[in-house]
């Protein structure tokens, strides 16, 4: 949708890929932002249920792992 704002195009009227592309993405990126915050949302109820063991599972290199985890079952599941 940004794209028609920016550069006055419609990719959904230019060809049928291009409408398949933009709608296959807008549900990934619904998905996607869905799933992002419920793994948020239980890395902070750990955080609060359970203060001192948390430091232990939760490391910068899972938080990734669990990111492109997430990103490619969205986009597999959207196929």
């Known amino acids: 949708m940004w794209v ?3 550069w006055s195009v419609d990719i959904l009227l230019l060809s ?3 409408c398949k592309a933009e709608t296959y993405l807008l549900f990934c ?3 996607l932002s869905s799933w992002l915050i419920v793994v948020v949302t239980l890395e ?3 955080c609060v249920l359970f203060p ?3 430091k232990l599972g939760y490391s910068p290199r899972n938080a990734g ?3 492109v985890t997430i990103v490619l079952a969205v986009f597999g599941i959207n196929i």
Do not use: D
């Open 4 to 6: 028609r704002h920016t």
């Open 29 to 31: 990126r619904i998905h």
């Open 65 to 67: 792992l669990i990111i």
């Open 44 to 46: 902070r109820t750990a």
């Open 16 to 18: 049928n890929p291009g």
């Open 52 to 54: 001192h063991k948390v």
